[in-house]
């Protein structure tokens, strides 16, 4: 069984930036391809950014240039740095780990706020 625990999230002003780890426990960290999603009321998780575990990466097309997803197999963490934050980017963000074995497990999720 795969834990994972998000940190980082909080209240912020737009234009701001604030960074969100992930730790996961167990072994399967490094073969595992981690991602970062986001949900807001109403509507559907939505993939943010994705990072395999050879460190390509993926985002979202309303936060290319301004988030990166990058991950640390020694620790078993992955971040998301997020900048130049914008209201609509207000969500509960999820972090997510797939590989084939395990198929796919979810942190808590952590509150990001956007307001002035």
């Known amino acids: 069984q795969v834990q994972l625990v998000e940190s980082g999230g909080g209240l912020v002003q737009p234009g701001g930036s604030l960074r969100l780890s992930c730790a996961a426990s167990?072994?399967?960290?490094?073969?595992?391809?981690m991602g970062w999603y986001r949900q807001v009321p109403g509507k559907q998780r939505e993939l943010v950014a994705s990072?395999?575990?050879?460190?390509?990466?993926n985002y979202a097309d309303s936060v290319k240039g301004r988030f990166a997803i990058s991950r640390d197999n020694a620790k078993n963490t992955v971040y998301l740095q997020m900048n130049s934050l914008k209201p609509e980017d207000t969500a509960v963000y999820y972090c997510n780990q797939y590989n084939r074995i395990l198929g796919d497990s979810w942190g808590q999720g952590t509150q990001v706020t956007v307001s002035s």
């Open positions: 167990g072994r399967a960290f490094s073969f595992s391809r």
């Open positions: 990072i395999t575990e050879s460190g390509g990466t």
